[in-house]
């Protein structure tokens, strides 16, 4: 009896030993590989306890001869007697050296982790240390002077000059960033940064910013001066034609999924595929090589019309072209084509219906407006004007 008292006895020691006083110490991560702490720096730690559950992680920044400081902790109160149950944590703080009175140079930063284990008490010292340098200095930034003026909706430059501790710069309009990019200039400190006036910020601000290695960011505006902007509203007609032909063709092409009926589908392609076009094309900007990748000015598309309003190529020719108003046609016009003509098909001709004041000639050849006469036939090799002074005099009736 007494032994089995004894064993009972033991087990239990056992079991509060394991639980209450286990040897396992926390541990901890930073999963951030940070050099310098300045006034906006961000920390991700991640700490770990495999036995009564962690109690309280903090972040410590501790100045060559001076004293700690506690930028970031958390606490986890016990939920049962076996503990607080929380056996990962993490914290994602952003550090503020100036905030904190930590004076700029090499420091220290460390992360303490406790459990609720009896033994708790008696380990000293931090889970991590990291050797770091505070810096609460902004990089420089310098914008060359000029005057920029910019329609909302358009874009605009800005140079400016960065000191060599900047990682990163570029104009800010609203939540939008545009980074600036070197090589233009022989001055390496030089940047130069294209950016947009979007048309749904018309009260935004433009400016420039510059930040280092600690997070320290130096802005200054620009002083744009934005002049307002009507945009134009139009609405383009789209045929049954048009969505039968390339609705389904867009959705199996990009994976999308081609149930419903058509509207749904162009409905589909114009919201999701455009969002997803917009997140892959501003990650390939933002993946692109930091020199110029182009020369001289932007071009305009040649031919282009300056605002779209057709659903393809034949609603274009549809609406453009004056066919359909040769029927209407009151007064007495005459019309000249050529047989060869590569630009406009003479079955265009053929085809249309003509008032009856209308005349059409189609001349055997010309190819496009390249009507020259044969020698001798007129007074001079101009043909297409001798052919129009014959049909106005006809028209006189012998009075020019």
Same mark, same amino acid.
């Given at each position: 009896?007494?032994?089995?008292?004894?064993?009972?006895?033991?087990?239990?020691?056992?079991?509060?030993?394991?639980?209450?006083?286990?040897?396992?110490?926390?541990?901890?991560?930073?999963?951030?590989?940070?050099?310098?702490?300045?006034?906006?720096?961000?920390?991700?730690?991640?700490?770990?306890?495999?036995?009564?559950?962690?109690?309280?992680?903090?972040?410590?920044?501790?100045p060559e001869g001076g004293q700690p400081v506690v930028v970031a902790s958390q606490d986890y109160?016990?939920?049962?007697?076996?503990?607080?149950?929380?056996?990962?944590?993490?914290?994602?703080?952003?550090?503020?050296?100036?905030?904190?009175?930590?004076?700029? @140079?090499?420091?220290?930063?460390?992360?303490?982790?406790?459990?609720?284990?009896?033994?708790?008490?008696?380990?000293?010292?931090?889970?991590?240390?990291?050797?770091?340098?505070?810096?609460?200095?902004?990089?420089?930034?310098?914008?060359?002077?000029?005057?920029?003026?910019?329609?909302?909706?358009?874009?605009?430059?800005?140079?400016?000059?960065?000191?060599?501790?900047?990682?990163?710069?570029?104009?800010?309009?609203?939540?939008?960033?545009?980074?600036?990019?070197?090589?233009?200039?022989?001055?390496?400190?030089?940047?130069?940064?294209?950016?947009?006036?979007?048309?749904?910020?018309?009260?935004?601000?433009?400016?420039?910013?510059?930040?280092?290695?600690?997070?320290?960011?130096?802005?200054?505006?620009?002083?744009?001066?934005?002049?307002?902007?009507?945009?134009?509203?139009?609405?383009?007609?789209?045929?049954?034609?048009?969505?039968?032909?390339?609705?389904?063709?867009?959705?199996?092409?990009?994976?999308?999924?081609?149930? @419903?009926?058509?509207?749904?589908?162009?409905?589909?392609?114009?919201?999701?595929?455009?969002?997803?076009?917009?997140?892959?094309?501003?990650?390939?900007?933002?993946?692109?090589?930091?020199?110029?990748?182009?020369?001289?000015?932007?071009?305009?598309?040649?031919?282009?019309?300056?605002?779209s309003g057709f659903a393809d190529v034949h609603d274009y020719y549809s609406r453009a072209s004056?066919?359909?108003?040769?029927?209407?046609?009151?007064?007495?016009?005459?019309?000249?084509?050529?047989?060869?003509?590569?630009?406009?098909?003479?079955?265009?001709?053929?085809?249309?219906?003509?008032?009856?004041?209308?005349?059409?000639?189609?001349?055997?050849?010309?190819?496009?407006? @390249?009507?020259?006469?044969?020698?001798?036939?007129?007074?001079?090799?101009?043909?297409?004007?001798?052919?129009?002074?014959?049909?106005?005099?006809?028209?006189?009736?012998?009075?020019?």
């Amino acid at each position: 009896m007494r032994r089995l008292l004894a064993v009972l006895v033991l087990a239990a020691l056992v079991a509060l030993f394991v639980t209450r006083a286990e040897p396992f110490a926390p541990s901890a991560t930073l999963e951030t590989p940070v050099d310098f702490v300045g006034r906006a720096t961000p920390v991700k730690i991640v700490a770990h306890d495999r036995g009564s559950g962690l109690a309280h992680v903090e972040l410590r920044l501790v100045p060559e001869g001076g004293q700690p400081v506690v930028v970031a902790s958390q606490d986890y109160p016990r939920r049962s007697w076996l503990g607080s149950e929380v056996h990962e944590a993490t914290l994602a703080p952003v550090l503020d050296a100036a905030a904190a009175h930590v004076h700029e @140079g090499r420091a220290q930063l460390e992360i303490w982790a406790t459990d609720h284990s009896w033994l708790a008490r008696f380990r000293r010292g931090p889970r991590l240390a990291r050797a770091v340098t505070v810096d609460v200095t902004p990089p420089l930034l310098e914008v060359m002077p000029g005057e920029h003026v910019a329609h909302l909706g358009g874009s605009e430059c800005a140079v400016y000059r960065v000191g060599p501790d900047a990682v990163r710069s570029g104009v800010q309009v609203g939540d939008e960033f545009f980074p600036g990019v070197a090589g233009y200039f022989t001055d390496a400190g030089l940047r130069v940064a294209l950016f947009a006036l979007p048309e749904n910020l018309p009260d935004a601000r433009p400016a420039v910013i510059a930040v280092d290695a600690a997070g320290n960011a130096r802005t200054v505006n620009l002083g744009v001066r934005v002049t307002p902007r009507r945009f134009a509203e139009k609405t383009m007609p789209v045929s049954d034609d048009s969505l039968s032909r390339k609705v389904p063709e867009l959705l199996a092409a990009n994976d999308l999924d081609q149930s @419903g009926d058509l509207v749904e589908g162009y409905l589909r392609i114009n919201r999701e595929l455009r969002a997803k076009t917009e997140v892959r094309v501003r990650q390939m900007c933002r993946d692109s090589a930091p020199a110029p990748l182009w020369q001289d000015a932007f071009l305009r598309l040649p031919n282009s019309a300056p605002l779209s309003g057709f659903a393809d190529v034949h609603d274009y020719y549809s609406r453009a072209s004056s066919a359909p108003l040769l029927s209407r046609i009151t007064i007495p016009t005459l019309i000249i084509a050529a047989a060869t003509d590569p630009i406009v098909p003479i079955s265009t001709f053929e085809t249309a219906r003509l008032s009856p004041t209308t005349h059409l000639h189609i001349a055997p050849c010309g190819g496009h407006l @390249g009507f020259i006469a044969s020698v001798g036939t007129d007074p001079d090799l101009r043909w297409l004007d001798w052919r129009i002074v014959e049909w106005v005099k006809s028209q006189s009736n012998g009075s020019l």
